[in-house]
């Protein structure tokens, strides 16, 4: 195996090369994996556009070490090339990797709430990730991809796993009436988590377009667009109590207090999106009517990554969000551009094997 590597090399903002990098060197506990496809989301955009936010480019992470110029990505799968340091595994295995590391010794650990570790990292965004030909991770992070899913499929485990978390963390029974502000990636794996583990009402609240179509494929009971009196159109739909859950996804202005205003009295938020404004939160409102509102973040390994793969298997999801692969070189042409213009519904995944411009599924 050759001693370096391609591989994109976040220096700042709106800097992102594809450089010529050594290979990395497992250490005890890891292995070695020929990365084959890494999805990019809104996080890397945001680390590309405006950042650094999350990457440690100036001062080293204080769980990771890392410090300085730093290859993203975290929605990676790939093939095992080195297994020395991780019995257990075998080269040539096809994993899914989670990308957040934790250190199973703090009392969040302890919890089963790993991803809100003591020590808690996340490969490509806190230490050397998946967009480069090669990538050292933690075993415990990964998880066999089932025999014959396509590597398309299987590159979206990562984010599914982080859907099936804010699922879990909304609180979701049978017969629950549902709103989930947003349809976009995000938003379309909290509904697919959703329907996995509750026969719920889910009401997806975005603009019209194909992700309606996709929502609706996916299990939505209904769909309202942004454009309506959003607030009004729940409450009529159900008698004027409101919604049992509430799950915004989106992080658009105005959709926190359209939450709040929509959920019922003794009901859940959930704040999944990550809000371009500061919303304006009615505190007396919220405490009169005993409104509970959690948080989502990343995804608990042990918990999520192997149903998530498992969720991508058997179900048309992957078919119905892949907007297409692209190559390594085009990463920020015909990727991160391309988020960034609002263009893309779906999941646009990097082969770094691949060369040239971009090419579709």
């Not at 591989?7 to 450089?19: F, L, M, Q, S, W």
């Not at 989670?98 to 199973?104: I, S, T």
């Not at 009901?267 to 404004?277: C, H, T, Y």
């Not at 991160?336 to 519904?345: C, I, N, P, T, W």
Request: charged share 20%; glycine share 12%.
């Amino acid at each position: 195996m050759a001693e370096t590597m391609r591989a994109a090399v976040y220096h700042g903002a709106r800097d992102i090369r594809i450089e010529q990098v050594p290979v990395p060197v497992p250490r005890a506990g890891e292995v070695l994996i020929a990365v084959r496809r890494n999805g990019i989301c809104g996080t890397d955009l945001t680390e590309w556009s405006k950042g650094p936010v999350m990457a440690p480019l100036t001062e080293q992470h204080r769980a990771s070490g890392h410090l300085g110029p730093m290859i993203p990505g975290h929605e990676f799968v790939g093939e095992i090339v080195d297994a020395t340091g991780a019995p257990g595994l075998r080269a040539g295995r096809i994993v899914a990797a989670g990308a957040g590391v934790w250190c199973g010794a703090c009392d969040r650990c302890a919890q089963g709430r790993t991803n809100v570790c003591r020590r808690y990292y996340t490969l490509g965004l806190n230490a050397h990730g998946g967009l480069a030909e090669y990538v050292a991770a933690p075993a415990r992070t990964l998880r066999p991809v089932p025999e014959g899913m396509s590597l398309d499929h299987a590159g979206m485990a990562q984010p599914l796993a982080v859907g099936l978390h804010a699922a879990r963390r909304s609180g979701v029974r049978p017969g629950d009436r549902v709103v989930l502000i947003g349809a976009g990636a995000i938003g379309t794996f909290v509904l697919v988590g959703l329907n996995h583990l509750a026969a719920a009402e889910v009401t997806v609240v975005d603009l019209p377009g194909p992700k309606f179509d996709r929502a609706l494929q996916l299990g939505a009971a209904r769909t309202v667009s942004a454009h309506e009196d959003v607030v009004a159109a729940v409450l009529e739909a159900t008698g004027g109590t409101g919604a049992d859950v509430v799950i915004e996804a989106s992080g658009a202005p105005g959709q926190y207090e359209n939450a709040l205003a929509m959920v019922a009295a003794g009901g859940r938020v959930l704040a999944v999106g990550l809000p371009k404004e500061s919303p304006r939160v009615d505190m007396s409102a919220l405490a009169l009517r005993e409104i509970t509102i959690e948080s989502s973040v990343a995804h608990v390994c042990d918990e999520d990554l192997a149903p998530a793969l498992d969720i991508l298997a058997a179900g048309p999801l992957g078919d119905l969000l892949l907007d297409g692969v692209i190559a390594l070189d085009d990463l920020v042409a015909s990727g991160l551009e391309r988020l960034a213009s609002g263009a893309v519904d779906g999941k646009i995944l990097v082969d770094p094997t691949a060369r040239g411009d971009r090419r579709s599924t």
